[in-house]
């Protein structure tokens, strides 16, 4: 440990004392989503189940609710419920990643747990490098920087960050985001056999590389795994215009689905599908679990984005993960489900069999809360249109007419509604989770998934059922929800 990593974990340990009151006495803290305790969290880093504990960690900047000199933060777990926070994995202590320890993930190797991480520095002339760099541990908690092990190619940028890597028939594998000197984003697969040496493979894919057009300035965090028979590369592109109800965030996040040339690095794919319809969410990263399943974090949040207008801002924290959601592949589309253990959080169960919604608006006096999760299963729609608020805050409308699925909130900038939509051709359920101030809605088993943050009224705990034009019938089941840590 240097001197410079110990004085860094020394002030976040006070910064996180110095806050703590004013941190838990935010009404719009979380209940059962990771937070970081104090300042800013974004995207979910080194993934991993690892020797019978889930690791996720997490870029923090604990100093400020605000981006700056990223740590890597620690939550482990057993069984993807309950989390404990450890100390900071990584620090931003050193020459090669003074000004960030940047996205990156995580693999077993010979009993060790290596980190890949994007060290960021600002150089005297304030131009920005970029390092590529590993980390490694034998008992999961405590990190030793062994440097740099791959520096930005000819013909690219400095924007070169957020390795992903991964082994397959004895060969290690990464892929990177990078942005060429045309300003172009691509990913770029490189290939390894000891983890040290790498050598440039070929370009997955990227803006103007093959038949793809312009697709934007520089793709983050890219993710490359084999899903149900199929290589899947998630990746967030930025620079992407709004075209109908897609990308309607500052910056997005979407997948391609194809068949990965290992020896060219080339993905032979199919068109690029946006993977959440809400308003927060950017940067996830997968895993796959002891039980063989493919495990996603996002980050519940966009950068550039109103950050600095969210409320919580003022009680010195920002920004939160997803819950962690299973992958599947159905007919040419990811599915995204919350795993299965989070029953384990449920409690205080309300069912309504059979419940005719009409153009009366209903409420029902169990049926509310902040912290819950609602399961509504459609058993007849006759509707054109049905709609659900929560809390006075956010809407969830199916439009059967315009075959269209709609989240709107008031938004936290300027307390206008606003509103994301998808196609969606019928309604079969909408399994929601609420959380004081964060909403992911499942629909139809997970086909459509929207992610956001909304900041209502702390009193309100309202939920509200109606229709136009026709009536809907459905069963509801709601549970209130434990926390998590
Ligand atoms: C995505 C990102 C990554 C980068 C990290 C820095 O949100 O910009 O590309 O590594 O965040 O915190």
Not at 25 to 30: I, M, S
Not at 85 to 95: C, H, I, R, V
Not at 391 to 405: A, Q, S, T, W
Request: glycine share 8%; net charge negative; proline share 4%.
């Amino acid at each position: 440990m240097t001197n410079r990593d110990q004085e860094l974990r020394q002030k976040a340990k006070e910064t996180i004392k110095r806050y703590e009151r004013l941190v838990e006495r935010d009404p719009y803290r979380l209940v059962y989503h990771l937070m970081p305790p104090v300042g800013l969290l974004n995207d979910p880093n080194g993934f991993i189940d690892w020797d019978g504990t889930y690791h996720l960690f997490y870029q923090w900047h604990p100093f400020e609710a605000a981006h700056g000199p990223k740590f890597w933060g620690h939550f482990v777990s057993g069984d993807l419920v309950f989390w404990e926070e450890k100390e900071p994995a990584l620090t931003p202590s050193d020459w090669f990643d003074k000004n960030g320890c940047y996205s990156g993930s995580a693999v077993a190797d010979n009993g060790k747990l290596k980190l890949f991480y994007t060290g960021n520095v600002k150089n005297e002339n304030d131009e920005r490098e970029s390092y590529q760099c590993v980390a490694e541990s034998e008992d999961g908690l405590t990190f030793t920087k062994k440097g740099v092990i791959l520096h930005v190619p000819d013909g690219y940028t400095a924007h070169f960050r957020d390795p992903k890597v991964w082994k397959r028939d004895g060969i290690w594998y990464l892929v990177i985001g990078a942005q060429t000197k045309q300003i172009d984003g691509h990913v770029l697969l490189f290939r390894s056999d000891d983890l040290k040496e790498w050598q440039f493979a070929g370009i997955v894919t990227g803006s103007n590389v093959r038949s793809m057009g312009d697709f934007g300035y520089m793709w983050e965090c890219p993710d490359l795994f084999h899903l149900d028979g199929e290589d899947v590369l998630l990746v967030s592109p930025q620079g992407l215009e709004k075209q109908g109800y897609l990308y309607h965030n500052v910056h997005n996040t979407g997948y391609f689905i194809g068949r990965l040339d290992y020896e060219t690095g080339e993905l032979v794919h199919g068109p690029f599908k946006e993977l959440d319809r809400g308003f927060e969410f950017y940067a996830p990263q997968t895993t796959i679990d002891r039980y063989g399943r493919r495990i996603l974090f996002g980050w519940m949040g966009v950068p550039d984005q109103g950050e600095e207008k969210h409320p919580t801002v003022k009680h010195q924290w920002i920004h939160a993960m997803t819950l962690p959601r299973e992958l599947k592949l159905v007919d040419g589309k990811i599915y995204q489900r919350p795993v299965e253990e989070l029953k384990q959080l449920r409690k205080n169960e309300v069912s309504r069999p059979s419940v005719k919604i009409s153009e009366h608006p209903q409420r029902f006096e169990e049926i509310s809360g902040e912290a819950f999760e609602l399961l509504l299963d459609v058993e007849e729609n006759q509707a054109e249109v049905f709609e659900l608020t929560i809390r006075d805050n956010v809407r969830v409308i199916f439009n059967r007419g315009l075959k269209r699925l709609t989240l709107e909130r008031v938004s936290f900038v300027d307390g206008l509604t606003e509103s994301r939509h998808c196609e969606l051709a019928e309604l079969s359920s909408l399994h929601l989770y609420v959380d004081t101030s964060a909403v992911e809605l499942f629909v139809n088993e997970g086909e459509e998934v929207f992610t956001a943050r909304y900041f209502a009224d702390p009193a309100n705990r309202s939920i509200q059922f109606k229709t136009l034009h026709g009536s809907l019938t459905a069963s509801l089941k709601k549970w209130a929800l434990d926390s998590i840590m």
